[in-house]
C-alpha cells in the first residue's frame, strides 16, 4: 500500500477483505485516556470514479448537444442568407433587364429622331444648294457651271449616309474644304474661309455627320457678308474638338428658318454621352466648339 502523509493524518489506498474490494484508506492516531490506537475510515473509490465518469458523460453530452444546436443555427443562418441574397440577386437581375430594356428604347427612341432629322438635312442642304446655283445663274454662268461640277462631287458624300451618324474627322474636313469651294463660287471675296489643323491625330477622331456643313451654313445664313464686310470663318482642328469662329456681323432682318441643324448636333452628342456642342460669343466672333468622340 502507498500511503501518503498528511496533516495529522495517512491516506493511501487498500484492500478492505470486508468489501473485498480496493479502498481509500483513512488512518489517523486516536489517543485517549482509556484508549491508544488508531482511527481508520475506509472510502470505497468505486462511487467517486462512477460518479465522475457519470458527470463526464453528462458533460460530453451536453457538448454535443451544444455543439448540434450552434451548426443546426448555424446551417439555418446561411441558408437564410443564401436564400435572402439570391432573392435580392434575382430582383437586382430583374431591376438590371428593365434598365436594359428602357434603355434600348430610350436608344431606339433617339436613333429614330435622329434618322428623321438626318433625312431633313439632305433635302435641306440641296435645296439650299440649288438656291444658290439659281443665284448664281443670272450673275456669273462660269461660276454657275462651276458650282453645279462642285455640287455633284459634294452631294456623293451625301447620298449614303453614316448609320452611327458620326464620320472620322478627315473626312468630315475633307467635305468641308469642298464645299466651301462650291460657296466661294457663289461669294467669291465676300467669304474668307481658313482651315487650321493644329493637331493631326484629331483627324483619326469622330464628330457629327455633316457638323462642319451645319455651322458654317448657319454663319452665312445669319450674318451679312459683303465685299466691304467680309464674312470670316475659320475651323482649327485641336486636340479635343473642332472650333468653328466666324466674324459676329448679325443681319439686321431676323432670319426664320429650322433649328434641325443644331438640335440634331445635340442629339448625336447625347445620343453618345458626350459633352454637347457649346455655342457662345466673345467679341466681334462668334463661336461653335466641336467635341471630339474616340
Not at 482651315?195 to 445664313?221: G, M, W
Not at 442629339?267 to 462668334?286: A, K, W
Amino acid at each position: 500500500m502507498c500511503n501518503t502523509v498528511k496533516a495529522g493524518y495517512t491516506e493511501g489506498l487498500a484492500n478492505s477483505e470486508y468489501l473485498a474490494m480496493e479502498v481509500t484508506r483513512f488512518i489517523k492516531p486516536l489517543k485517549t485516556d482509556n484508549f491508544d490506537g488508531y482511527a481508520v475510515v475506509n472510502y470505497v473509490n468505486f462511487i467517486t470514479d462512477e460518479n465522475i465518469n457519470k458527470v463526464k458523460a453528462y458533460t460530453v453530452y451536453i457538448f454535443l448537444a451544444a455543439l448540434f444546436m450552434i451548426v443546426t443555427v448555424f446551417i439555418l443562418f446561411q441558408r437564410s442568407t443564401s436564400m435572402a441574397y439570391k432573392e435580392k440577386e434575382k430582383i437586382q437581375s430583374e431591376k438590371n433587364l428593365l434598365l436594359i430594356e428602357n434603355e434600348k428604347m430610350h436608344k431606339a427612341e433617339v436613333i429614330n429622331q435622329l434618322q428623321q432629322l438626318k433625312n431633313n438635312i439632305n433635302p435641306h442642304f440641296l435645296f439650299n444648294s440649288l438656291n444658290s446655283l439659281y443665284m448664281l445663274i443670272g450673275i456669273n454662268k462660269e461660276n454657275a457651271q462651276k458650282f453645279t461640277m462642285n455640287l455633284s462631287k459634294i452631294y456623293r458624300y451625301l447620298i449614303v449616309p453614316p448609320k452611327e451618324n458620326i464620320v472620322p474627322v478627315s473626312k468630315e474636313i475633307d467635305f468641308i474644304q469642298k464645299y466651301m469651294e462650291l460657296l466661294k463660287s457663289r461669294f467669291d471675296e465676300e467669304l474668307v474661309f481658313q482651315l487650321i489643323i493644329k493637331d493631326t491625330e484629331s483627324l483619326k477622331k469622330r464628330i457629327p455627320y455633316l457638323s462642319l456643313q451645319i455651322v458654317t451654313e448657319n454663319a452665312i445664313k445669319h450674318n451679312v457678308a459683303t465685299i466691304d464686310q467680309p464674312l470670316e470663318i475659320t475651323i482649327e482642328v485641336e486636340e479635343k474638338g473642332i472650333t468653328v469662329k466666324n466674324t459676329y456681323q448679325p443681319k439686321t432682318e431676323g432670319v426664320q428658318g429650322e433649328k434641325f441643324g443644331i438640335d440634331y448636333l445635340n442629339q448625336v452628342y447625347e445620343y453618345f454621352r458626350e459633352n454637347p456642342l457649346h455655342i457662345s460669343v466673345d467679341g466681334e466672333n462668334f463661336i461653335c466648339f466641336l467635341p471630339l468622340m474616340k
